[in-house]
């Protein structure tokens, strides 16, 4: 049985995105470090930044104390634990039991 829409379909070899993923910004990253390594003062732009958060850390701004540890050693790594119980239940028919069992009268497997 054909699909209902088999001429909107792609065709074979064709893909569906014929431009591909799009071009990030020309020299993105040279303009990053450009501005950040702009001085004032003898202080470059990215230390100015950092002092500024250092800054607002010391005084109990907690989200900028955040940013400096997770930049500086990495986010904390969290445990994740399941104190929930999970049941599976697997259905199996063949050809001489084509139907599916009723639930809950299925084998189940701890």
Not at 34 to 43: A, F, P, S, Y
Request: no cysteine; glycine share 6%.
């Amino acid at each position: 049985m054909p699909f209902p829409n088999d001429d909107t379909k792609f065709k074979k070899g064709q893909t569906g995105n014929p431009n591909g993923r799009p071009k990030k910004l020309p020299q993105l990253d040279e303009l990053i470090a450009e501005v950040l390594l702009e001085e004032k003062d003898g202080i470059t732009a990215a230390k100015a930044i950092l002092m500024a958060l250092r800054s607002r850390a010391s005084k109990g701004d907690t989200r900028a104390a955040e940013l400096l540890l997770d930049r500086a050693w990495g986010k904390a790594k969290q445990d994740i634990s399941l104190s929930n119980k999970i049941s599976l239940e697997i259905v199996r028919t063949t050809p001489n039991q084509p139907e599916i069992p009723p639930p809950g009268t299925a084998q189940s497997i701890e």
